[in-house]
């Protein structure tokens, strides 16, 4: 079993910064796919980053790159996800998500191939 407790949201000006993490628990994290997922209210559930098990390859949702930039550290079992350049439409609950069995590029897109999930932490962009 694998547990997620997300940090580091909160509000932020339009333009501003912030940096989340994502720590995991549990024996499996260095063999798992990583994600962040975001849902603003009325909303599906998007994706955001993912990043691979060695870190070697990420991937991100068209409304974040070259603003966001995913990380992971697996000698301290933690996913990051900088925040820069935030916008108003970046508000939402972010969710980190992991998966043991997720090894194609398209397969960190959907929400469904994720097994594991946090309890969310908001980000809330001010204009």
């Known amino acids: 079993q694998v547990l997620l407790v997300e940090s580091g949201g909160g509000l932020v000006q339009a333009g501003g910064s912030l940096r989340l993490s994502c720590a995991a628990s549990?024996?499996?994290?260095?063999?798992?796919?990583m994600a962040w997922f975001r849902q603003a209210p009325g909303r599906e559930r998007e994706f955001v980053a993912g990043?691979?098990?060695?870190?070697?390859?990420?991937y991100y949702g068209d409304s974040v790159k070259g603003r966001f930039t995913i990380s992971r550290d697996n000698a301290k079992t933690t996913v990051y996800l900088q925040m820069n350049s935030l916008k108003p439409e970046d508000t939402a609950v972010y969710y980190c998500?992991?998966?043991?069995?997720?090894?194609?590029?398209?397969?960190?897109?959907?929400?469904?191939?994720?097994?594991?999930w946090g309890q969310g932490t908001q980000v809330t962009v001010s204009s």
């Open positions: 998500a992991a998966s043991e069995t997720i090894y194609y590029r398209t397969d960190y897109f959907s929400p469904q191939n994720y097994r594991h």
């Open positions: 549990g024996r499996t994290f260095s063999s798992s796919g």
């Open positions: 990043i691979n098990r060695s870190g070697g390859n990420t």
